[in-house]
């Protein structure tokens, strides 16, 4: 029986391995919204998967849909996160609303304004040269437009302090 393999772009955002080379991975997709995808042998050295499946990585996937979660079966990094001692700030704020969707977001729902925001705020982070003065401001009003597309905030505030505190609120009131 032939599976269709499905071509979406997406940014990795979760990943935990499981049995001796396999690994699970939590993609939000342009296609799908978040899925759960496995990679068997990703672990391996002679994986041809493994230099593309790297947490926070931005990239085109290949997913074939099976009866619990999906199967990867090819990667191909756009972009990756650069690891260097300017980019510790950075790679902290994308973890943290890496987290925040993860544990906000369940089950697979294609959602355009969250995959726009997802992917704008990575490439400010890892693409774009954001001065460190701005990421503060980058990481609040990322994380109020995404707990306001995920219908956990009605609106946002003008003022920071509101802003932080209606953020704080949405969370939580989430109970996740």
Do not use: C
Not at 82 to 105: C, D, P, Q, T, Y
């Amino acid at each position: 029986m032939a599976h269709q393999i499905y071509l979406t772009e997406g940014i990795i955002l979760k990943k935990k391995d499981f049995g001796e080379a396999d690994r699970l991975f939590w993609i939000y997709t342009e296609k799908f919204g978040m899925i759960m995808a496995s990679a068997k042998g990703v672990r391996l050295e002679k994986s041809k998967l493994r230099g593309n499946l790297d947490i926070f990585t931005y990239g085109e996937y290949a997913v074939i849909s099976s009866k619990d979660f999906w199967k990867l079966v090819d990667a191909q990094e756009i972009i990756s996160m650069s690891l260097n001692r300017n980019s510790f700030e950075r790679v902290n704020i994308f973890a943290k609303i890496a987290g925040l969707v993860a544990r906000m977001i369940k089950g697979e729902e294609r959602n355009e304004e969250m995959w726009n925001q997802l992917k704008n705020l990575f490439l400010k982070l890892f693409r774009e040269s954001t001065s460190q003065e701005n990421l503060k401001d980058l990481e609040t009003k990322s994380m109020s437009g995404i707990l306001k597309t995920l219908g956990y905030m009605e609106e946002i505030p003008a003022s920071g302090r509101g802003l932080i505190s209606a953020i704080n609120r949405a969370i939580k009131e989430s109970m996740l």
